[in-house]
Nanobody, 117 residues
């Protein structure tokens, strides 16, 4: 079955960096668009970054442009989110998402990222 497993979250000080990973299985990763979303307490889930499956075109929320970078490895079936210069407002549960005509939309279980001194 489709599985998305996030890792790399945790507690970091403001200005620090984290790298999230999402290991995918159970579907054709190379033919799926991949995204990272986040949801802070009391707020709606929002798109952070996405990467297409054909051209690896990327798209970012305005709030993370210049600080976050999404990438994918179609051999390892993994998508990454490099987060630099983290701010307290980046604190949220981060979710990996896959989308294709075959599977529809799939979600990981989420991973906590906390930015605090």
């Amino acid at each position: 079955q489709v599985q998305l497993v996030e890792s790399g979250g945790g507690l970091v000080q403001p200005g620090g960096s984290l790298r999230l990973s999402c290991a995918a299985s159970g579907f054709t990763f190379s033919r799926s668009a991949m995204s990272w979303y986040r949801q802070a307490p009391g707020k709606e889930r929002e798109l952070v970054a996405s990467i297409s499956h054909v051209t690896s075109n990327t798209n970012y929320a305005d709030s993370v442009k210049g600080r976050f970078s999404i990438s994918r490895d179609n051999v390892k079936n993994t998508v990454y989110l490099q987060m630099n210069n983290l701010k307290p407002e980046d604190t949220a549960v981060y979710y990996c998402s896959a989308r294709s005509y075959v599977i529809g939309t799939a979600w990981g279980q989420g991973i906590q990222v906390t930015v605090s001194s």
